[in-house]
């Protein structure tokens, strides 16, 4: 079963505009999570993340929010710009012996920045 | 920039063959992970280690995937015999992981190798 969801397969967004990428978990002992963004032929490569203890965190253009009673977190860019259109994952893990080592994966989210 | 190097990039075999997949971690990351990435899963965690020792395998198939790692500058993940409903993308990826006292960096991953079994 699919612990982390990301419902939108795809995403259009004008340049300049918000991007608004989502995500739903079902696990409740996820409490860190990650959104990671993917070119082609390339590997992901980390674009921010956030503890279960906070329920913002913001860095440059890129902001999550996290709503741990509605298990959802979203990614806000803004402005949205071309070099934004990826390929976006969203990433979680719940604590264990090491920290919280050991992610599961969305589906991922392709956006589109229409210039 | 320092970079997770997998090696090769593209393998193309025919079902029934060994394929060997090879992960260089960034030096100093003390855990190595390997992930699958398929249209209907997205990516899948396969087996990781840490300080070389293997944590958990948990997400691979026993019966003809191994993963192991020599040394602290190679991991390798391999497939024998090979069968079509291995074709994807496969990453490695490595992270430092101080545990809660020295904290968790997140994981920097390989641009993947695409293996395609006919």
């Known amino acids: 079963d699919q612990q982390v969801k990301q419902n939108s397969p795809s995403l259009s967004v004008q340049e300049g505009r918000i991007s608004i990428l989502n995500c739903d978990y079902t696990?409740?002992?996820?409490?860190?999570f990650l959104w990671y963004k993917k070119y082609p032929a390339e590997g992901p490569t980390f674009l921010i993340s956030?503890?279960?203890?906070?329920d913002k965190n913001e860095d440059g253009r890129f902001t999550v929010f996290l709503n741990k009673s509605a298990k959802h977190l979203s990614l806000h860019i803004v402005p949205s710009q071309p070099g934004d259109s990826a390929v976006y994952f969203c990433?979680?893990?719940?604590?264990?012996?090491?920290?919280?080592?050991?992610?599961?994966f969305g589906t991922g989210t392709r956006l589109t920045i229409i210039p | 920039d320092a970079r997770v190097t997998q090696t090769p990039r593209h393998k193309v075999t025919e079902m029934g063959q060994e394929v060997t997949m090879r992960c260089q971690p960034i030096?100093?990351?003390?855990?190595v992970f390997w992930y699958r990435q398929t249209m209907m899963q997205g990516l899948e965690l396969l087996a990781y280690?840490?300080?070389?020792?293997?944590?958990?395998d948990s997400g691979m198939p026993k019966d003809r995937f191994s993963a192991e790692m020599p040394d602290a500058t190679l991991a390798t993940l391999k497939i024998q015999p090979s069968e079509p409903r291995d074709s994807a993308v496969y990453f490695c990826?490595?992270?430092?992981?101080?545990?809660?006292?020295?904290?968790?960096?997140?994981?920097?991953f390989g641009d993947g190798t695409r293996l395609s079994i006919l």
């Open positions: 990826a490595s992270g430092f992981l101080g545990g809660r006292v020295l904290g968790n960096q997140p994981q920097h």
């Open positions: 696990n409740s002992m996820f409490d860190y």
């Open positions: 956030i503890s279960s203890i906070k």
């Open positions: 990433a979680a893990s719940a604590p264990s012996n090491f920290g919280n080592e050991k992610l599961t």
């Open positions: 030096l100093g990351h003390n855990t």
């Open positions: 280690f840490r300080n070389r020792a293997p944590l958990d």
